[in-house]
């Protein structure tokens, strides 16, 4: 059984750094693209990061440019995101997720219980 099991988060105060880990078990974990999504209260899930297999492809939305930073470890089967200069509006739920390389499917196919990540003023 596929699971992905986050870890950190929690309450951090606005200007201040965290930093979220994923460890990924039951799969061949370098086949496939690590994600991280996040869903605030009230809103739709929003994409965050991802990193292609072997780290060569990353990507943010243009809110966390510059502030967070995506990593991953296959010998561990893990990834990260280092959470800089946060902000009230990176309040939300933080989720990790894998998506198959070469299945021929948009969407990620297994995904983390999710983890709060609260920012205060």
């Known amino acids: 059984q596929v699971q992905l099991v986050e870890s950190g988060g929690g309450l951090v105060q606005a200007g201040g750094s965290t930093r979220l880990s994923c460890v990924a078990s039951?799969?061949?974990?370098?086949?496939?693209?690590m994600g991280w999504f996040r869903q605030a209260p009230g809103k739709e899930r929003e994409f965050v990061a991802t990193?292609?297999?072997?780290?060569?492809?990353?990507d943010y939305t243009d809110s966390v440019k510059g502030r967070f930073t995506i990593s991953r470890d296959n010998a561990k089967n893990t990834v990260e995101l280092q959470m800089n200069s946060l902000k009230p509006e990176d309040t939300a739920i933080y989720y990790c997720?894998?998506?198959?390389?070469?299945?021929?499917?948009?969407?990620?196919?297994?995904w983390g219980q999710g983890t709060q990540v609260t920012v205060s003023s």
């Open positions: 997720a894998a998506d198959l390389s070469g299945d021929g499917k948009i969407e990620y196919e297994y």
């Open positions: 039951g799969l061949t974990f370098s086949r496939y693209r």
């Open positions: 990193i292609s297999r072997f780290g060569i492809n990353i």
